[in-house]
């Protein structure tokens, strides 16, 4: 006690004079008005932790008074006064929100407990509010965790959007957890207690995407025996996720574009149109500006859903944000498999950081999982990760061999393919960066020396630092 603020509305100075008095000995702080306007005014501006207001006064009436403080602000617990004990009035207040009402004369002990008990629950509340903004800046939304800056920027993005009505693209490669943001728009908008609806388009067969989006009527095809509501039919009032919306063929993108303009739809053997109301979260993982200028994907959809970007980072490119995500997957399959495992060891985590992740989360995932499975002891060793993890490994294919000087170990490339995939350009890249630096080092820095371990003239060799900055 002694930092809350509590505001007097009354028109009797007598009246703020008592509660004035009444409530700095108890060590609040105190701002009296003697109209609802003033009130409302500083309301309006500043912040405070309990609203003490007559319910009869000249101009604007407490209830009045009391409708504007939860328009402005919903939180603060307001407490009412009247001299007439109308049990009309009290209850019409305790509708609009009103935390508790007094009628005069009353007891200053009863008071004073009534208030001690309104300025302890709005202490509560700011809590419990500071907590969970806390907890979503550390953990992320909706099952995404990590605080890295690159993360920070799409949690500010997920914010800003989420509230409006704007089609959303969500780009990222294979595994960083577009549908998890998805997810997040729909949980932190107005929709989140309506459906979300997630459709993959490159996993049902085009022949039938058509029908699991928009429906169907009875009799429309062989199988029709009823009808069907689609997709986006079940999403009305709240998302629908497109994922990979790149791998939709081109004459439904035409009726894609129709919906999205129009949010209508008719479902396939159907005469008539119906109104929906939906959000519409789209996600690629491909380099979708490429895709429309090979003119695979319609630009003018693309223009559509383009409203909002987010683009959601590969998982080298928040490192940091690796020990968060491995302890919170470690914590969700201990749980799943019943395993009493407390934590990763420091030479795994070693390992964890430096690998390179071509799956993403969804590798990382899956490698503390495995973990999960195989270890018997109490911490997740390097002896439970993947062989592969921060060291190159050959392919087993006996056939492969190493080109002239390359030395197992040296960068961070694996020879086998990720279960999640890879990005086979920028693993090349990190590799030839990888022996650049190691050829430098064996040359003592002296470049012309460096270029000829490589085999590449100095012209050569000097156009790849430059390519690749300071190495």
């Known amino acids: 006690m002694g930092s809350e603020k509590i505001l007097i509305v009354d028109d009797e100075k007598s009246m703020r004079d008592f509660f004035g008095i009444m409530l700095r000995k108890e060590g609040y702080s105190v701002s009296e008005f003697k109209s609802a306007e003033e009130a409302l005014g500083y309301f309006r501006e500043n912040d405070c932790d309990l609203v003490i207001s007559d319910i009869r006064m000249q101009g604007m009436d407490g209830v009045e008074l009391l409708r504007n403080l939860k328009e402005v602000n919903p939180d603060v617990p307001v407490i009412m006064i009247t001299a007439y004990a109308s049990v009309d009035t009290a209850i019409e207040a305790m509708k609009l929100g009103a935390y508790d009402y007094f009628t005069k004369p009353f007891k200053v002990d009863e008071v004073k407990l009534h208030i001690k ?54 780009t990222g490669k294979s595994g960083t957890g577009k549908e998890l943001i998805a997810r997040a728009i729909h949980d932190e908008s107005p929709r989140a207690d309506k459906s979300f609806i997630a459709i993959n388009c490159g996993a049902i067969p085009h022949n039938l995407l058509e029908s699991e989006l928009f429906g169907y009527q009875k009799g429309a095809f062989t199988g029709a025996v009823t009808n069907k509501a689609g997709m ?118 070693k390992l964890l950081l430096g690998y390179p992740f071509p799956g993403n989360v969804r590798e990382l995932e899956n490698i503390i999982e495995r973990a999960v499975n195989l270890e018997t002891g109490e911490t997740i060793t390097a002896l439970s990760l993947p062989p592969d993890i921060g060291k190159f490994k050959e392919a087993p ?21 990720p279960e999640g995939g890879m990005d086979i350009e920028r693993a090349v890249e990190e590799y030839e960066k990888a022996l650049i630096r190691d050829a430098l080092r064996k040359a003592d820095g002296v470049k012309v020396n460096a270029a000829k371990l490589l085999g590449l003239s100095f012209r050569s060799f000097r156009y790849k630092l430059g390519k690749y900055g300071d190495l």
């Open 117 to 170: 008990r309104a300025i302890e629950r709005s202490r509560l509340y700011k809590e419990n509010k500071l907590l969970k903004k806390d907890l979503k800046g550390r953990h992320g939304f909706s099952g995404l965790v990590g605080s890295s800056k690159k993360m920070e920027v799409v949690y500010k993005l997920i914010m800003s959007v989420a509230p409006t009505k704007a089609n959303v693209l969500v």
């Open 397 to 417: 294919d006996e056939g492969v061999r190493r080109p002239p000087g390359v030395e197992a170990g040296v960068g961070s490339l694996s020879l086998i393919v």
């Open 232 to 349: 986006a039919e079940m999403a009305d009032g709240g998302t629908l996720f497109l994922d990979e919306v790149t791998e939709l063929p081109s004459d439904l993108q035409v009726k894609l574009l129709r919906f999205v303009q129009e949010r209508r739809i008719r479902r396939v053997g159907g005469t008539t149109d119906r109104a929906v109301d939906i959000r519409i979260v789209a996600a690629s993982n491909k380099e979708i500006e490429r895709e429309v200028k090979a003119g695979t994907f319609r630009d003018d959809l693309f223009y559509r859903l383009n409203v909002i970007r987010i683009d959601v980072p590969a998982l080298k490119e928040r490192k940091t944000d690796i020990p968060s995500l491995a302890r919170h997957f470690l914590s969700k399959y201990t749980s799943e498999l019943g395993k009493n495992i407390n934590g990763i060891s420091e030479e795994a985590m």
